[in-house]
């Protein structure tokens, strides 16, 4: 089996609005990326075959590219693109990344359901018709089967469904299905041998982000900051005597 | 501009009144049944083959019509089907998908949230057609009522380009929890940071008489039940109050609480989005704030 799962690299979950403002923040692997991963890993330790790790960034995604090799990946193919193209849509990142899957004739393309900074949630469809693969999306559990692979989707409103599909076939993993590995002190040795094939590249964005900025409330909030105990009073009063609800 | 409606069960008229918005020349497609019904001329796919839902099978069929009706855009109400193969009707045309957006500005930006909600972007593509998914909440749904017609729309679908196999949608187990019936709910998120704490928020709900709920990552961990799941994969509720502690208020989240009559945050980071929506907010550290609220509501209600 050849697995490739596709990773973004983004900023980190818990940067906050300010670091995200002044480009102030640290990197991190898109978290749903990261069970995609996890649930290739596994099916390769299952069924044997390797993992292709690909990722479409700039030169500091790197730093994710190492981190699932150090976590077990066999390889990598970095699509790397100029640092002012983080704001490309799905569309363009997909384009490129086809252009290195494609060669490389896969059973499977994993990744995860959607990234935590664009949040397009399309990179594996558009993946798949690029290809000429077979889809599902929200997958929770993955059993494959002789040529062809059983997947859990996961529907709206607690509302789950099994698909069959025909291999090869992209699928994006939901968050939280399995737990996630370390990589081992062993695993960040061995990564430093592991090929890393850079292709360079430049992403060719329709979409095109005008300005980003920050929310303005819709809502009249009443914000508390004081010490938790003066706060805590005001909410309750303000419970009682204005909303009424307690 | 003309525009087409992809009608969907879920939220199909919020995406008529997202279409309004860009233009009064507004159509509308259905797909399957004739169950959603919109006040203009609607196109009724029907097919053996659309009879379940494929990603292969709504893509093609969806892509004959708006070949044969040439629209200059083409709306989506953003749910998790839409998400499954919109994407792949776009790629078709060599169009990118502008998903999730929550407003429409001057006809051309589409706003659409970065970052969990944290940032705002304005989005514009000059292609056509422009295919856009609007955000569950985000647009006023249009009046239903007037005089729609519709129009059957001849499809030629083979079961050779068909290569899922879909099987019934199916519910993991009876719900012991209705989270919809609660008049208050404490809900608690990633801030809670251990399986430990959530006695913390347990004694809150108690002392409210209210259910206690939770965001995704905490059902993910098993520390509550997956019924105890509010936002797009959980339950939709629209309690009197609803107090969320430790919540950021990721999109996915919000969408399932958002009718709630009163929305009370904790949170420790005051851009946290969850504030958005909020009527009232405590930005503090919720170790501290959640006792300091058990005692003051303990002596408001003896």
Known sequence: MKIIVSVKQVPARDSSLRELETSDFSFEMNEPDAYALEEALQLRDKLGGEVVVVSAGPASAGQIIREALAKGADRAIHVETAEGERMSDALSTATLLAQAIKPEAPDFVLTGLQSDDLGYGQTGVVLAELLGFAHATIIMEVEPLDGKVRVKRELEDGWFQHVTLPLPAVLTIQSGIKKLRYATLMGIKKAKTKEVRVIPAAAASEAKVERVYAPERSKKSQIFTGDARTAAKELVEKLKFEARVI | ?302
């Open chain 2, 1 to 302: 501009m003309s525009v087409l409606v992809v009608l969907e069960k879920r939220g199909g008229l919020e995406a008529l009144a997202a279409a309004y918005r860009l233009s009064a020349d507004v159509e509308a497609v259905v797909i399957g049944s004739a169950e959603a019904t919109a006040p203009v001329k609607t196109y009724v796919l029907n097919h053996p083959l659309l009879a379940q839902y494929t990603p292969d099978g709504y893509t093609a069929a969806l892509e004959q019509l708006i070949r044969a009706v040439n629209p200059e855009a083409v709306v989506f109400p953003h749910t998790y089907q839409v998400r499954d193969y919109a994407p792949k009707l776009a790629t078709r045309f060599g169009q990118p998908f502008i998903s999730d957006v929550t407003d429409i500005q001057d006809k051309v930006h589409f706003v659409r949230q970065l970052f969990q909600g944290k940032l705002n972007a304005d989005v514009s593509c000059a292609g056509r057609p422009l295919f856009v998914s609007v955000q569950a909440g985000a647009f006023r749904a249009a009046e239903s009522s007037g005089s729609g017609t519709a129009s059957v729309f001849e499809v030629r679908l083979d079961a050779a380009q068909i290569r899922s196999q879909p099987e019934a949608p199916f519910r993991e187990s009876q719900r012991s929890v209705d989270l919809g019936a609660a008049e208050i709910i404490v809900s608690v998120g990633r801030g809670i940071k251990d399986k430990e704490n959530i006695a913390v928020v347990e004694e809150l709900a108690q002392v409210l008489n209210a259910e206690l709920a939770a965001s995704r990552p905490i059902c993910d961990n098993g520390w509550l039940t997956m019924e105890r799941q509010v936002g797009s994969s959980g339950q939709t509720v629209s309690p009197k109050m609803y107090l969320a502690v430790g919540i950021s208020g990721a999109i996915q989240h919000l969408v399932g609480m958002k009718g709630s009559k009163t929305v009370v945050a904790i949170n420790k980071d005051e851009n946290a989005p969850i504030f958005e929506s909020a009527d009232y907010g405590i930005v503090g550290d919720l170790f501290e704030v959640v006792p300091a609220l058990i005692e003051e509501i303990k002596k408001v209600r003896g």
